[in-house]
């Protein structure tokens, strides 16, 4: 099989604990024994939704009724209220005053700091203006918002071109009604290794789960596919460290396959020098982009080593929103590579297999090969296994946020 055809394969809605993303993990675990490997599947507890519908009904003015989504793991309910147009780029500037009793639509992601003033200053609900590629998309609380405040508020999501109308029409007494199915479920890991000459470990993760409503084909089946295409690679080699591959399950629900594999192994995070993550590709023709998060040294080695081999990649040294970002607290460097596109629509019900390319998915494949090799076989790695002040913030920061 090419990276094109595990892709083509696993472009269907993989939502975090569903049986649709047990059965990609599943998929992956059996391709990976076809090429000579002995995964296993190391599950974990989540708490998942059933993506469902709720209607949004203008009073004042009255006016038709309007298809919206609720939250995913945000509390149903059938309320009515003023709205409020929250424009506030940051919950802390906010008049609490202002916003009780009333309906707040806003862009920004309903994060545990909006949720908690929302809660404390008697919002009545909340509505989530989404872009219009994104309509019949489903976002989802963070587990902790939801075990925080999960109950205590109706949220919504609706289409930037349908709230617009809504002020534009002079709408200012809306109903909303939302229901959804909540319930604990278990999601899972797909973890194999190529046992090594010493003891040190190199790390490489890609995500296989989907957001609710999206066959997720660039995010992130296209890692996915490319991970699956290293290992191919890599099957019958030996090299001086452990290479172990870890396919993260619930991502897209906060980073939870990676932080239960991180939480799950600390014993053994001490031996991993690197992370490889890939996450988001299919493009041919934007830059593979490199994000390094550790030193200056880890930028430096990663850069030199594209260089030298005639790629374009765009290196930038920063944190990147996946599955490395649980192992930098416990201090293992790593890099993640991206490719999204102009015509992506990630995380959206448009994220489609015929925006991916096979040509890219190789060279990205080419390009963690390349820098795979170095990193597994050097005797001596030129950087510390370290992560900077600033990138050590930068990662708190992250955290602190998405709580
Ligand atoms: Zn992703």
């Known amino acids: 099989m090419r990276p094109i055809d595990y892709l083509n394969e696993l472009s269907f809605v993989r939502r975090g604990g569903s049986k649709e993303e047990r059965k990609a993990a599943e998929m992956i675990a059996r391709w990976l024994s076809d090429i ?5 599947l190391e599950e974990f507890d989540i708490y998942s939704f059933e993506p469902g519908w709720g209607t949004l009904t203008p009073l004042s003015p009255s006016g038709e009724e309007i298809k919206v989504r609720p939250v995913g793991l945000s509390a149903d309910g059938d309320v009515e209220g003023e709205i409020f147009r929250m424009f506030s780029p940051k919950p802390e500037f906010v008049n609490t005053d202002d916003i009780r009793e009333k309906i707040v639509f806003m862009h920004n992601y309903p994060r545990w700091k909006w949720i908690k003033l929302f809660v404390e200053s008697g919002v009545k609900a909340c509505v989530i203006v989404l872009a219009n590629h994104r309509e019949n998309s489903t976002i989802a609380l963070s587990q902790k918002t939801a075990k925080d405040f999960g109950d205590k508020i109706p949220l919504a999501t609706m289409s930037f071109e349908k709230a617009i ?16 199915k909540k319930f604990f479920a278990k999601s899972q ?5 190529i046992p090594g000459d010493t003891d040190r470990m190199v790390l490489f993760t890609a995500h296989y789960d989907s957001m609710p409503c999206s066959p997720g084909a660039q995010d992130n089946a296209a890692g996915t596919a490319e991970l699956i295409e290293v290992m191919k690679n890599f099957a019958g080699k030996k090299f001086r460290r452990t290479m172990r591959f870890i396919f993260c399950g619930s991502e897209e629900m906060g980073l939870l396959g990676s ?7 600390i014993d053994e995070l001490e031996k991993v020098d690197f992370l490889i993550n890939l996450d988001v590709g299919g493009d041919p023709f934007t830059p593979i982009c490199v994000r390094t998060l550790g030193t200056d040294a880890v930028f430096n080695y990663i850069d030199g080593i594209l260089k030298r081999n005639g790629i374009y990649g765009a290196v930038e040294q920063n944190i990147y929103s996946s599955d490395g970002m649980p192992f930098a607290k416990y201090g293992v460097p790593s890099l993640s590579i991206a490719r999204s596109g102009i015509d992506g629509k990630g995380h959206s019900p448009f994220d489609e297999a015929k925006n991916v390319c096979d040509v890219s998915l190789k060279e990205v494949v080419e390009t963690a090969l390349i820098i795979a090799e170095d990193i597994a076989n050097a005797k001596i790695l030129p950087f510390e296994r370290k992560i900077s002040d600033e990138m050590k913030k930068k990662v708190k920061k992250y955290f ?4």
Do not use: F, M
Request: net charge positive; hydrophobic share 20%; proline share 3%.
């Open 189 to 193: 890991n797909v973890v194999c290794e």
């Open 165 to 180: 109308s809504l002020i534009q029409n002079g709408v200012s007494r809306i109903r909303l009604k939302t229901s959804h």
């Open 36 to 40: 000579g490997y002995t995964p296993h």
């Open 400 to 403: 602190d946020e998405r709580r």
């Open 259 to 265: 932080k239960h594999y991180a939480s799950s192994h």
